[in-house]
């Protein structure tokens, strides 16, 4: 099987996802009793750019400690991913950290999967082009559900790889249902490496989302400017505030756009009124110890096998294993 695979190959899957229709779903989101958006619509092309800009702010930790801890922990993580492996990414943001496990691992085939098809295109195509003994298979699919690999993949072990800790944009009671879908994709005997955010000081985390340079601000308040442009929104950005906190009794922090005053925004044809003080809810992030998570991974038949974490235990790269026979 893995003279088959191990060739220069790029080929392109499209699973065809459905996509809920965004006007719809954003005026459903912001009438609702409790108002919310997903944080999905933070990335347009100036979301993503604000994004990056915050991966290398000093206050935003997150980046540079999984990047660190995948960098320093190289030859154990070598022993994670076997050479004729098939490494399935959730997601397809920036390839930093998946360059990173490639170059270590040198897996058979890489399969990266996002709703995406232009972004999932891009980003594969660049590794593509940087690993000149690689296969490459995009597939588009909902990674959130249950989605078919391609069939090249069959008879190769499978990794999944999630970086990022945007396992904690899930809500605990769902990350069970999530991690059983991951656990049907890369069948018995398969891996995920996850990246897992870990509970801390509670200033250190507001720092985080609230860095003194005020970029974090801009991103939270550009998806008022993304909603404009994609559902005829007629949001005045001046008119709200950028608020984020940690919730100690939920374990997580929470980001809102909070209206600075009375107002009614039309948001395609539909008028939606604001209170003052009333808030949007654009994000969230689950914190967890390594005892809760592994739980949760429990209850979805993976069996924790080990992690990875910095100096001060800030962040923790998960090893998981499907226990299913």
């Known amino acids: 099987m893995r003279s088959k695979v191990r060739r220069r190959e790029?080929?392109?899957?499209?699973?065809?996802?459905?996509?809920?229709?965004?006007?719809?779903?954003?005026?459903?989101?912001?009438?609702?009793?409790?108002?919310?958006?997903?944080?999905?619509?933070?990335?347009d092309e100036a979301g993503s750019q604000l994004f990056e800009a915050i991966t290398k702010l000093p206050e935003y930790y997150l980046t540079r400690t999984e990047t660190g801890i995948l960098e320093d922990n190289r030859d154990d993580i070598a022993q994670w991913v076997e050479p004729d492996a098939c490494l399935v990414e959730y997601g397809s943001g920036s390839s930093a950290k998946t360059r990173i496990?490639?170059?270590?691992?040198?897996?058979?085939?890489?399969?990266?999967?996002?709703?995406?098809?232009?972004?999932?295109l891009s980003s594969a195509r660049e590794i593509y082009e940087d690993f000149g003994d690689l296969a490459v298979y995009p597939?588009?699919?909902?990674?959130?559900?249950?989605?078919?690999?391609?069939?090249?993949?069959?008879?190769?072990?499978?990794?999944?790889?999630?970086?990022?800790?945007?396992?904690?944009?899930?809500?605990?009671?769902?990350?069970?249902?999530?991690?059983?879908?991951?656990?049907?994709?890369?069948?018995?005997?398969?891996?995920?490496?996850?990246g897992v955010d870990t509970k801390k000081a509670e200033s250190m985390l507001n720092a985080a989302y609230n860095d003194a340079a005020g970029v974090t601000r801009a991103f939270n308040l550009n998806i008022l400017r993304h909603i404009n442009a994609i559902a005829g929104a007629d949001f005045d950005m001046t008119k709200f505030e950028h608020e984020a906190h940690y919730n100690g009794e939920r374990g997580r922090v929470e980001m809102y756009l909070t209206s600075a005053e009375r107002q009614t925004v039309r948001v395609n044809g539909a008028f939606i009124e604001f209170g003052r003080g009333e808030r949007i809810h654009t994000e969230h992030s689950y914190k967890y110890d390594a005892d809760g998570f592994a739980i949760l991974a429990e209850q979805a038949g993976l069996r924790w096998l080990e992690a990875r974490r910095d100096e001060s235990c800030h962040f923790m790269v998960v090893l998981l294993e499907n226990a299913g026979d």
């Not at 496990?101 to 999932?120: H, K, N």
């Open 101 to 120: 496990l490639l170059e270590t691992c040198r897996p058979a085939a890489y399969v990266p999967v996002d709703i995406s098809r232009g972004q999932l």
């Open 139 to 194: 597939t588009c699919a909902d990674y959130s559900r249950s989605f078919e690999l391609p069939s090249i993949a069959t008879g190769l072990r499978k990794v999944g790889f999630f970086p990022g800790s945007t396992i904690g944009n899930i809500e605990p009671a769902e990350v069970p249902d999530f991690l059983r879908g991951v656990g049907r994709v890369i069948g018995p005997g398969g891996r995920f490496i996850v």
């Open 10 to 43: 790029f080929r392109f899957f499209d699973r065809q996802p459905p996509v809920p229709d965004a006007r719809e779903e954003l005026v459903a989101g912001l009438t609702a009793p409790a108002k919310a958006v997903s944080p999905k619509y933070f990335y």
